[in-house]
């Protein structure tokens, strides 16, 4: 008999007016700091894939879009990025009550429970997860009903509580894959408690067909992707392409993991990581509740089970910014944590004076995490996607061709274009989204407005690609580059220091100074520089972005800017860059470097037989005479760079 059921009504009414009450006000924090506007990476994605019921990324969400679309519609008074944040902040506040209810229904008292919910409501990646438009606080939600289910089913052995996990377990994998890991994890924990289960193959079927079930929602790729949507990933209208877009077929090749000294790597990393989420205390509380788990008959083995197969199907899966960038795909651990911490925390309190101060105390790490995530999280004045998705939009000439990737600008692009439906005369053209508007790319660079948003990796003879503001232009070799769009000198909140700036939108300020930069490079170097150095500074831990600046730099004959910017590319990945040719940073590391040196050594010669240079050393006429010579021997790229610091150098004088 649990501890809900064995309560008198009044006290029954009284634990749901309280578990009510806690989801409200985590619901409350959560909707105080909800994104108004759709956010960096999957956010608009997901959001057009609500919004014009269309397939987004794998493995397609099925459920989080049918859900997603009925809640927007309930909350139409709201627009759509502001009523999805606010649907994941209602699913994380209720995975949060659920944990509050798991630790009552296992005889805690108020004091662990409550402990328990609000160390995994205020940790970093849920609370991160919380107020934006993604799907794993969803993911969250089904993980604490699924084992609130399995607990159920433990005490009483009821089939109806093993069958309403099982079903849970497929509905949410049709939300979030990690559901069907736990799955897994919940067939070996409940044969494990009942190793008779083997024997009872009707109770085993009930749980298969529970899950297939469940399962449902995933009929809408192919149904959906036969009325052509906007937005349709991997066009699963087939049997292989529904396969490989449930699947993931095309994410594998990301992986992080090459060999076996890998899994040690990550396995410190998500160990510290249960460290960092909780506030220091999960694991240690962990490990007193697995000291006393046999002794009070608490289910330990479902949560370890679960933690194993998170931590597993990550280490197989995961590419390096999944498994060390961000902890959102490790959310599900956090949760067993903080069901297991529970535990931990009744087993002290038992052994501590039962005064009020101490409960107090107990509950001090939540709310520490609080105090912590309060201003981190708070998405509300957050435009910085938006802002520079309609930069974009808004100075595009009418009827433009706008080729885009790179899930950070696209995703935001299509959220705008095709979604909320602004600029429809633009034909947005979604590169590597499988069978999504692809259509043909010939065009005449004379008269067609075709736009990129990254320099393409095409080979066209005679076909250059001419910077103008945040995108390029196609144009022939040898013709006059095109202005530039107008872009304004920042984006929208990039100075506010109560816009948090997470990993990916650092990136997007990185990128869109970058893009400055490179626009200025030819016309206006110093001014050029200034860009390159703020994109390097708002981005610090971009590879791909101090690879791309280590080429600039090349190109442009600055080779002691080109070494520094290769190392720092080097320093945060020493792997392959995310890109086609898949190059390594530490490649050119040797290469700018041998380079200088053979530079230095040319100079040295040209120099000592001109008889010296003007001017002292550094300053432009030291800089231009270099040049003089370095041209003379054919050394173009080498001139260009001491051209380039003659002009740093005489700005440097003027602003004196």
């Given at each position: 008999?649990?501890?809900?059921?064995?309560?008198?009504?009044?006290?029954?009414?009284?634990?749901?007016?309280?578990?009510?009450?806690?989801?409200?006000?985590?619901?409350?924090?959560?909707?105080?700091?909800?994104?108004?506007?759709?956010?960096?990476?999957?956010?608009?994605?997901?959001?057009?894939?609500?919004?014009?019921?269309?397939?987004?990324?794998?493995?397609?969400?099925?459920?989080?879009?049918?859900?997603?679309?009925?809640?927007?519609?309930?909350?139409?008074?709201?627009?759509?990025?502001?009523?999805?944040?606010?649907?994941?902040?209602?699913?994380?506040?209720?995975?949060?009550?659920?944990?509050?209810?798991?630790?009552?229904?296992?005889a805690l008292g108020k004091t662990p429970a409550l402990f328990s919910a609000l160390l995994f409501a205020f940790g970093p990646s849920l609370w991160g997860e919380a107020n934006i438009q993604?799907?794993?606080?969803?993911?969250?939600?089904?993980?604490?009903?699924?084992?609130?289910?399995?607990?159920?089913?433990?005490?009483?052995?009821?089939?109806?509580?093993?069958?309403?996990?099982?079903?849970?377990?497929?509905?949410?994998?049709?939300?979030?894959?990690?559901?069907?890991?736990?799955?897994?994890?919940?067939?070996?924990?409940?044969?494990?408690?009942?190793?008779?289960?083997?024997?009872?193959?009707?109770?085993?079927?009930?749980?298969?067909?529970?899950?297939?079930?469940?399962?449902?929602?995933?009929?809408?790729?192919?149904?959906?992707?036969?009325?052509?949507?906007l937005l349709a990933w991997g066009d699963p209208r087939s049997a292989g392409n529904l396969a490989r877009v449930i699947l993931r077929?095309?994410?594998?090749?990301?992986?992080?993991?090459?060999?076996?000294?890998?899994?040690?790597?990550?396995?410190?990393?998500?160990?510290?990581?249960?460290?960092?989420?909780?506030?220091?205390?999960?694991?240690?509380?962990?490990?007193?509740?697995?000291?006393?788990?046999?002794?009070?008959?608490?289910?330990?083995?479902?949560?370890?089970?679960?933690?194993?197969?998170?931590?597993?199907?990550?280490?197989?899966?995961?590419?390096?910014?999944?498994?060390?960038?961000?902890?959102?795909?490790?959310?599900?651990?956090?949760?067993?944590v903080a069901v297991m911490a529970a535990w931990g925390c009744a087993a002290a309190l038992e052994r501590l004076p039962r005064r009020v101060f101490v409960r107090a105390i107990v509950l001090l790490p939540p709310f520490a995490l609080l105090a912590a995530g309060f201003g981190r999280f708070d998405r509300s004045r957050y435009r910085v996607a938006e802002d520079y998705a309609q930069i974009i939009l808004r100075?595009?000439?009418?009827?433009?061709?706008?080729?885009?990737?790179?899930?950070?600008?696209?995703?935001?692009?299509?959220?705008?274009?095709?979604?909320?439906?602004?600029?429809?005369?633009?034909?947005?053209?979604?590169?590597?989204?499988?069978?999504?508007?692809?259509?043909?790319?010939?065009?005449?660079?004379?008269?067609?407005?075709?736009?990129?948003?990254?320099?393409?990796?095409w080979k066209v003879p005679g076909l250059e690609m001419a910077p103008v503001g945040l995108l390029f232009r196609p144009v022939r070799a040898g013709r006059a580059w095109p202005p530039s769009l107008p872009v304004p000198e920042r984006l929208a909140g990039e100075d506010d220091p109560h816009v948090p700036r997470d990993y990916l939108t650092q990136n997007l300020i990185g990128n869109f100074h970058y893009m400055r930069g490179v626009t200025l490079e030819r016309g206006d170097w110093p001014a050029a520089r200034r860009e390159l150095t703020l994109a390097a500074e708002a981005s610090p831990d971009n590879d791909v972005l101090f690879y791309n600046l280590g080429l600039i730099f090349s190109r442009d004959g600055l080779y002691a800017d080109a070494l520094a910017a290769f190392r720092r590319s080097a320093e945060i990945n020493p792997r392959e860059i995310a890109s086609l040719s898949k190059p390594r940073a530490a490649d050119r590391v040797r290469e700018v470097a041998a380079e200088i040196d053979r530079l230095e050594k040319l100079e040295e010669r040209l120099v000592a037989g001109a008889g010296g240079v003007p001017g002292p050393a550094g300053s432009a006429e030291d800089h231009r005479r270099r040049a003089a010579l370095l041209a003379g021997q054919g050394e173009t790229a080498a001139a260009r760079g001491h051209l380039l610091l003659a002009e740093e150098a005489e700005q440097r004088g003027r602003s004196r």
């Open positions: 008999m649990t501890a809900a059921s064995a309560a008198p009504p009044a006290e029954g009414r009284r634990e749901r007016v309280a578990v009510a009450a806690l989801v409200v006000a985590i619901f409350a924090v959560y909707a105080w700091g909800a994104c108004r506007t759709v956010y960096v990476g999957d956010s608009g994605d997901l959001a057009t894939a609500v919004a014009v019921l269309g397939i987004p990324h794998p493995s397609g969400y099925p459920l989080y879009v049918i859900a997603g679309w009925l809640w927007s519609h309930a909350l139409f008074f709201l627009s759509l990025p502001l009523a999805l944040s606010l649907f994941s902040a209602a699913a994380a506040a209720g995975a949060c009550g659920l944990l509050y209810q798991i630790a009552r229904e296992e993604r799907v794993y606080a969803l993911n969250a939600l089904f993980v604490a009903a699924a084992t609130l289910f399995a607990f159920r089913w433990r005490r009483g052995r009821r089939l109806a509580d093993l069958a309403a996990a099982s079903f849970l377990c497929g509905l949410g994998a049709a939300n979030h894959l990690y559901m069907a890991v736990f799955g897994l994890a919940l067939g070996v924990f409940a044969v494990a408690t009942e190793p008779a289960l083997v024997r009872r193959p009707l109770r085993l079927l009930a749980c298969a067909g529970a899950v297939l079930i469940g399962l449902a929602p995933y009929l809408y790729l192919p149904l959906r992707a036969r009325a052509n949507p077929e095309d994410f594998w090749g990301r992986r992080f993991l090459e060999g076996p000294a890998d899994l040690g790597i990550i396995l410190r990393d998500y160990a510290r990581s249960l460290l960092t989420e909780t506030a220091w205390v999960g694991p240690p509380l962990v490990v007193l509740a697995l000291v006393f788990a046999r002794r009070r008959k608490w289910p330990w083995l479902l949560p370890v089970l679960a933690m194993a197969g998170n931590f597993a199907s990550m280490a197989l899966h995961g590419s390096r910014s999944d498994l060390f960038i961000w902890h959102r795909y490790y959310v599900p651990s956090y949760l067993m100075t595009l000439p009418p009827g433009s061709h706008l080729i885009a990737a790179d899930d950070n600008i696209l995703f935001g692009l299509m959220y705008l274009n095709l979604g909320a439906g602004e600029r429809p005369d633009v034909d947005l053209i979604l590169e590597g989204v499988g069978g999504a508007r692809l259509g043909s790319l010939a065009f005449n660079p004379d008269h067609d407005p075709v736009f990129v948003t990254h320099y393409p990796n």
